[in-house]
Structure formats: C-alpha cells, structure tokens
T-cell receptor, first 113, second 112 residues
C-alpha cells in the first residue's frame, strides 16, 4: 500500500517557466511533509518542508502548498532553471517520535534551456 | 561543518554473504536513520538510532541490524544477503526532535 504517491514519473518544463510537482498521501496521521531533490550518484538534498498547521511555505524560488482536505501537496518552482533538473521526492512523517519518512516514488524534472 | 558521509561508495557481494555499511553523522546530529532505495523507487525506512538504541523500525526482517556508536556514527549490517537486497543504502542524520533529516551520498550494493 503506497501511502505517498507521486503519479507523474516525469515532467519537462521550459527554462523560466513554472514547474509544478504533485504528491498525494493517504494517511491522515501525517503531519509533516518534505521535498527532496536528488541528482544521480548523490543522496537526496533537503529542499523545503511544511507542517500540517500551515498551507503554504515559501523559500526563494520554491513554494510548497498543502491541501489537507484533499491530502495533496505540491511543489512550485518559479522560475525553473536547467540546474533544477533532478528527481524530486516528496516525503511525509507522523509525529510518532521516530520521524520516519515515507517517500513517494519520485518525479524526474527536466528543465529545457 | 561536515555533512553526512558513507562508506564504501560501491560494494559487490554474493548471495548468503554478510555486509557492513558505515555512516558518519553531520556534526552535532545525534540521530541516524537508514533507508533502502531500490531502482525506480523512493527510499524505504529501515530503522533509526538515537543514543545507541534502536528508536523505530520499518518493515525489514531481523537480518537487517544496526549499531550507533558514542560519536553518533552508525553501521548497517545485513546478513544472509539476497538478490533483492541490491539497492542504494542511504543514511540520514538529524537532531532528536528536529524533523528534517540530512542524507549522505549512499552506498550502492549489488548482490550477485
């Protein structure tokens, strides 16, 4: 049972335009969500997070939106740059004390110059 | 401030063998989590260590075991290797109570 789903395995966007990556979850106990970016041969790099008490968090070109009623979050990258080309994972955790993350399967973003 | 480091970077083993993977936490971090990432999948939580004790475990059999040392570095041990254990093994460190984990580059294990 996949508790965190990223239904788009890949996305191509023109440089300068907006990239929107989506993530859905099924477990209503999740209360903390994160986005990681992963380049080949490297570990995931933390991008941005959001707690369930918020519906939006912004950090520079990256904004994460959380819709708790729809159990949906999205990552917006504006403007997209070629260096943003990577695999993006969303992850969720419940406040169980362990903070174990449940990851989605990832979306490969390609930003075209 | 040094980030999370892992060794070795690559490893090839045969079925039935045992393997030990190592992780050094980011400076000041006292909690270490291990994840397995199979090809085309997201990372899957194996277990977490805090103060040298296991602090949570995912759906992995007992042949996956770990250790955390007083300097917060950690080992992942896998006994009786199976072909399906071939994956990227990621270590992540954090401060206890802090929700953001920082990942190392991973160890790629191939079981033949």
């Amino acid at each position: 049972d996949q508790q965190v789903k990223q239904n788009s395995p890949s996305l191509s966007v023109q440089e300068g335009r907006i990239s929107i990556l989506n993530c859905d979850y099924t477990n209503s106990m999740f209360d903390y969500f994160l986005w990681y970016k992963k380049y080949p041969a490297e570990g995931p790099t933390f991008l941005i997070s959001i707690s369930s008490i918020k519906d939006k968090n912004e950090d520079g070109r990256f904004t994460v939106f959380l819709n708790k009623s729809a159990k949906h979050l999205s990552l917006h990258i504006v403007p997209s740059q070629p260096g943003d080309s990577a695999v993006y994972f969303c992850a969720a955790s419940a406040a169980s004390g362990t903070y174990k993350y449940i990851f989605g399967t990832g979306t490969r973003l390609k930003v075209l110059a | 401030e040094t980030g999370v480091t892992q060794s070795p970077t690559h490893l090839i083993k045969t079925r039935g063998q045992q393997v030990t993977l190592r992780c050094s936490s980011q400076s000041g971090h006292n909690t270490v989590s291990w994840y397995q990432q199979a090809l085309g999948q997201g990372p899957q939580f194996i277990f977490q260590y805090y103060r040298e004790e296991e602090n949570g475990r995912g759906n992995f059999p007992p042949r996956f075991s770990g250790l955390q040392f007083p300097n917060y570095s950690s080992e992942l041990n896998v006994n009786a290797l199976e072909l399906d254990d071939s994956a990227l093994y990621l270590c992540a460190s954090s401060l206890k109570g802090a929700e953001t984990q920082y990942f190392g580059p991973g160890t790629r294990l191939l079981v033949l």
